[in-house]
């Protein structure tokens, strides 16, 4: 089973709303990502977790706040979001320890409104 | 320093034909070179992947050759079929996990 899970598949929500992505992975990959793609771009970091801990953030704006729970789950907690952060989020999780593959999620549609 | 650079921005190949696709890099850091394929609306899914000590790597239709001293690798796409319609992103990977992606190719196989 190579699957990541997201959810929601879409999402709008409005500039006070404070609302969650969640990620899901059993493949017992000890890596998971966010990243962030708009349009037409190609998909760009954000945040890193290793073991659970918070290994890599690429300096994002504290209204993205991520969330480990476990080995198998990853949040991503949105607040005071702006129209420009609509974009596809994508989750991924890979093994860790080199030669690094990552599996990605398909993603939550958000739009900011 | 960080940056995949990847080239032609968009392609269009006759069915049948050979897509090649081409990126480069900057970062010795860099162990592990995949590659993606997305379609719209889809998240990205992993096509192949090349380590550094390897100079070919072939699955199926899709060829990856890598040259660690010009520090260039390319995906070469066999027979390509209109299914094969996509974006295709070459990506680097560092021993911190972390995965950097080249800017994309948008390729168009003509039935």
């Known amino acids: 089973d190579t699957e990541v899970t997201q959810t929601p598949k879409h999402l709008v929500m409005g500039m006070t709303n404070k609302k969650s992505l969640k990620c899901e992975q059993h493949m017992g990959h000890r890596a998971m990502y966010w990243y962030k793609q708009k349009a037409k771009k190609p998909p760009e970091l954000m945040f890193v977790?290793?073991?659970?801990?918070?290994?890599i953030n690429e300096s994002v704006p504290s209204r993205f706040s991520p969330e480990c729970p476990n080995s198998s789950l990853l949040n991503l907690h949105l607040h005071a979001l702006q129209p420009e952060d609509s974009a596809l989020y994508l989750c991924?999780?890979?093994?860790?320890?080199?030669?690094?593959?990552?599996?990605f999620g398909q993603g939550t549609r958000l739009t900011v409104v | 320093q960080q940056q995949v650079k990847q080239s032609p921005q968009s392609l269009i190949v006759q069915k049948g034909g050979i897509s090649i696709i081409n990126c480069a890099y900057e970062n010795t850091a860099f162990d592990y070179f995949p590659w993606y394929q997305q379609f719209p609306g889809k998240g990205p899914a992993l096509l192949i992947a090349i380590r550094p000590d390897v100079s070919e790597k072939k699955e199926g239709r899709f060829t990856i050759s890598f040259n660690k001293s010009a520090k260039q690798f390319s995906l070469h796409i066999m027979d390509s079929q209109p299914g094969d319609s996509a974006t295709y992103f070459c990506?680097?990977?560092?021993?911190?996990?972390?995965?950097?992606f080249g800017k994309g190719t948008r390729l168009h196989i003509l039935p």
């Open positions: 990506a680097a990977s560092t021993r911190d996990d972390k995965i950097i």
């Open positions: 977790y290793s073991y659970e801990k918070l290994s």
């Open positions: 991924a999780s890979s093994q860790r320890g080199g030669y690094t593959e990552a599996f």
